[in-house]
C-alpha cells in the first residue's frame, strides 16, 4: 500500500512540475492586443516627408521634396472586447508643403488638405485588424476628386498629391500586431513575422514593400511595459489586392512625374531598402510611436525617346507620436 501511495505522489509531482515548466515557458511569451477604453480619446500627429532626387543624365541631377503633417484623435464609440469595436477617427488638422526643383515652395493647396476637419468611422478587432473601410475609402475619393484641375480645356489634369501618405499611416493602423500569424500563441524575444506595407508617393505609383518584424525587447515605463518592434523593408514584388485607389477613370498628372510617364512606360523599383521601429504599450494596448525609414530607387521601365532613362532617389521618412 505504501508504495503505491509513494507512486501516486511520484505522479502527482511530476504532473505539478510539468505544470510549473509549461506556465515558466509561457511566461517568457508576450501577448499584444489592441485594447481601447470607453471614452478615451487617443490623439497622434503623423509626418510623412520626403526627398526626391532625379537623375536626368551623369552629373544632372534636380531635388524636390514634400511632407505632411496630421493629427487624427481616435475615440471609440462602441467597445467589444470580444468582436469588432467600433472608432470615430477626426482629422483634426491637415498641413501640406512642397518644394519643387527650382527651390521655390509651391503655393498651390495639396488635395490631401482637404481632409481636415473630416471625420470616419471604422471597426476594429482585438488584434488591431481593421474590418471595415468603408467611410475611410469614400473620404478619399472625395478627396481624390479635389485633386483634379477644375478646367478641362487640357483635359482630365490631376495636380501632385498627398494623399497617399494618408493612406500610409491610416490604412495600416497597428500592423505590427494585426500581422502577427498566430497571436493567440504569443511572441518572445527575437521572434520575426512578415507584413506588406505601401509606398506612398505623389505620382501614380502602386507598390508595395516588403515588412519583417521583430519583437526586439520588452522595456518597462512609467506607463507600463513597452513592447519594442524592429523593422526592416525591401522590394515588394506586389500590391495586394483591396489596397485603395482615389482616382478613377483616365487623366493627364501634372509635374515632372507627369512628363516621365508621357514618353516613358511607367517606372520600376530598382532597389528598397530601410528599417523602423515601433513602441507598443502592452499594458495600455496602444501604440505610443513609431518611425519608418527607407530609400527607394527608380528606373524606367524602358528608355524614352533619345534614350532617356531617369532615374528617381526617394528618401522617405513616417513618423507617428501620441500626443499627451
Do not use: M, W
Given at each position: 500500500m505504501a508504495t503505491v501511495q509513494r507512486?501516486?505522489?511520484?505522479?502527482?509531482?511530476?504532473?505539478?512540475?510539468?505544470?510549473?515548466?509549461?506556465?515558466?515557458?509561457?511566461?517568457?511569451?508576450?501577448?499584444?492586443?489592441?485594447?481601447?477604453?470607453?471614452?478615451?480619446?487617443?490623439?497622434?500627429?503623423?509626418?510623412?516627408r520626403r526627398n526626391i532626387d532625379t537623375q536626368w543624365e551623369p552629373g544632372k541631377t534636380s531635388s524636390s521634396s514634400e511632407s505632411v503633417e496630421m493629427i487624427?484623435?481616435?475615440?471609440?464609440?462602441?467597445?467589444?472586447?470580444?468582436?469588432?469595436?467600433?472608432?470615430?477617427?477626426?482629422?483634426?488638422?491637415?498641413?501640406?508643403?512642397?518644394?519643387?526643383a527650382t527651390g521655390r515652395q509651391t503655393t498651390k493647396a495639396d488635395a490631401v488638405k482637404s481632409l481636415a476637419g473630416q471625420i470616419f468611422n471604422f471597426t476594429v478587432d482585438s488584434t488591431g485588424r481593421i474590418a471595415d473601410y468603408s467611410q475611410l475609402n469614400k473620404l478619399l475619393y472625395q478627396a481624390g476628386e479635389n485633386a483634379f484641375r477644375k478646367s478641362t480645356k487640357a483635359g482630365r489634369v490631376k495636380d501632385p498629391d498627398m494623399i497617399a501618405d494618408f493612406i500610409a499611416t491610416q490604412w495600416f493602423l497597428w500592423d505590427p500586431v494585426a500581422s502577427i500569424q498566430n497571436p493567440a500563441k504569443g511572441l518572445t524575444i527575437g521572434q520575426k513575422w512578415t507584413s506588406k506595407l505601401s509606398v506612398p508617393t505623389s505620382m501614380i505609383l502602386q507598390k508595395a514593400r516588403n515588412v519583417t518584424y521583430k519583437l526586439a525587447e520588452i522595456r518597462q515605463s512609467e506607463n507600463g511595459r513597452i513592447a519594442v518592434i524592429e523593422s526592416s523593408y525591401s522590394a515588394a514584388e506586389s500590391v495586394p489586392k483591396g489596397w485603395p485607389m482615389p482616382y478613377t477613370g483616365q487623366f493627364q498628372l501634372a509635374g515632372p512625374f507627369g512628363f516621365f510617364l508621357s514618353i516613358l512606360k511607367g517606372f520600376n523599383v530598382k532597389d528598397l531598402n530601410g528599417q523602423g521601429t515601433e513602441l507598443f504599450n502592452i499594458d495600455a494596448g496602444r501604440t505610443e510611436q513609431y518611425n519608418q525609414n527607407y530609400q527607394m530607387t527608380l528606373g524606367a521601365s524602358a528608355p524614352g525617346p533619345l534614350g532617356l532613362d531617369p532615374k528617381i532617389t526617394i528618401v522617405q521618412e513616417l513618423t507617428m507620436q501620441l500626443l499627451e
Open positions: 507512486t501516486v505522489l511520484i505522479g502527482v509531482a511530476a504532473v505539478l512540475l510539468s505544470l510549473l515548466a509549461g506556465c515558466t515557458v509561457a511566461g517568457h511569451r508576450t501577448f499584444l492586443t489592441v485594447d481601447f477604453q470607453e471614452s478615451q480619446t487617443l490623439r497622434y500627429k503623423f509626418v510623412s487624427v484623435a481616435y475615440t471609440p464609440i462602441d467597445i467589444n472586447p470580444y468582436g469588432l469595436t467600433t472608432i470615430e477617427a477626426t482629422c483634426e488638422s491637415v498641413k501640406a508643403s512642397r518644394t519643387a
